[in-house]
């Protein structure tokens, strides 16, 4: 049986409705309540977009939106996806799909190029089955971070 449920923006009070218990079915997600909101609150600044699949009053989906306006192609826009996660328990129920389909949808509205994303292996043909396609490859450096929180503003240019 497949749940009703819609897709929005994320909201401040999505962090007492289920969104970190959904993120860690990525990773596990232990910020208290402060540091969240103030990471909310940044990412909010520098454009990223969070959009969280809701059923009642409850999250249980989402998935994140950065856009990037580029030098190249005469300043066109790109969408780079980031952190699609659903509840274990509504998994097989469309939606992750409806949430792609979102970001989709935003990305034609702001006139993008492309939409692209990293995933692990075994979720390439999954995504496929959404219109991607396999290019070039990804390649990650796992960097050292201090303690302290996320930087306040984007690195200073010389």
């Known amino acids: 049986m497949t ?9 401040a009070t ?6 970190r218990e959904v993120l860690s079915a990525l990773s596990p997600v232990t910020l208290p309540d ?8 940044s990412r909010l600044r520098f454009g ?10 409850r999250i249980i989906g989402t998935a994140s939106l950065l856009l990037e306006t580029k030098f190249i192609h005469n300043g066109g826009r790109v969408g780079h996806v980031e952190d699609v996660a659903v ?7 469309g939606i992750g799909q409806a949430l792609i389909h979102h970001l989709i949808e935003v990305c034609r509205r702001e006139r993008c190029y492309k939409l692209i994303l990293d995933c692990n292996p075994q979720l390439v043909p999954w995504y496929s089955k959404l219109g991607f396609r396999e290019w070039c490859h990804a390649m990650r450096l796992d960097l050292e971070v201090p303690a302290h929180g996320p930087p306040e503003s984007p690195p200073h240019q010389p």
């Open 3 to 11: 749940i009703p449920f819609h897709i929005r923006p994320m909201y």
């Open 14 to 19: 999505d962090f007492h409705c289920g969104f």
């Open 87 to 93: 509840d274990p328990n509504y998994q097989g129920q």
């Open 48 to 57: 990223v977009a969070t959009f969280v699949a809701v059923a009642g009053e």
């Open 34 to 41: 402060e540091e969240a909101m103030e990471i909310f609150r």
